[in-house]
């Protein structure tokens, strides 16, 4: 929940994919644990041989069911526009099934300078490092972790499942109540380098 709030879509996929499938899952508690790779949550309610085959299923279901529901969240076009006005590029690197996330960027009317999907935590610095990224925002102690990992700022919103103490505890540079704030944050920071 750092751009757009998928919670509202992300919980009709799980409700329907548990009607389709025959397997409960409880979509409230799948959606309180946003941020892992799918799979990881997959295998909380689905036996292990069927993860994958069931996460396909989650991924092709996912534009019928999420992205209409899904919300931007507040200051999320500003923050892409604080990031412009001083030069920058907007690129968005997230855990979600890149072309998903394509999806709901599209629907909102949000448009980054690029999209990197399928990462994850660590991984994210991959991404950064190839973009060339100084800061990477992120509401997960994941995203503080692919930041530091990258050698980026790492500037966390408490606007996803971590609160600010975790943001803080798992080494965030600053901590952010939501995207408002961002764009004073950014310029002062942009002031300051």
């Excluded at 599209?106 to 100084?134: C, M, N, T, Y």
């Excluded at 505890?169 to 920071?189: C, H, I, M, N, Q």
Aim: aromatic share 8%; hydrophobic share 45%.
């Amino acid at each position: 929940m750092t751009l757009i709030d998928s919670r509202p879509g992300i919980r009709a996929c799980y409700v329907a994919l548990a009607e389709r499938t025959g397997t409960y899952v409880d979509a409230d508690l799948a959606v309180s644990r946003l941020g892992p790779p799918l799979v990881e949550e997959m295998a909380n309610w689905f036996p292990a041989e069927r993860v994958e085959e069931v996460a396909d299923l989650y991924r092709a279901m996912y534009p019928e069911y999420a992205i209409t529901p899904t919300l931007a969240m507040p200051g999320a076009r500003d923050a892409i526009a604080a990031v412009r006005a001083r030069g920058g590029r907007a690129i968005v690197v997230t855990a979600k099934y890149e072309p998903n996330a394509k999806l709901h960027l599209a629907h909102l009317g949000i448009e980054p300078d690029a999209v990197i999907g399928d990462l994850w935590a660590e991984q994210k610095a991959l991404a950064l490092r190839e973009h060339g990224a100084s800061v990477y925002v992120g509401d997960h102690t994941g995203d503080v972790r692919g930041a530091r990992t990258a050698g980026a700022v790492s500037v966390a919103v408490a606007t996803g499942p971590c609160d600010a103490a975790e943001l803080r505890e798992a080494g965030a540079d600053t901590v952010l109540t939501d995207l408002k704030e961002f764009p004073r944050w950014f310029s002062d920071y942009c002031s300051d380098n």
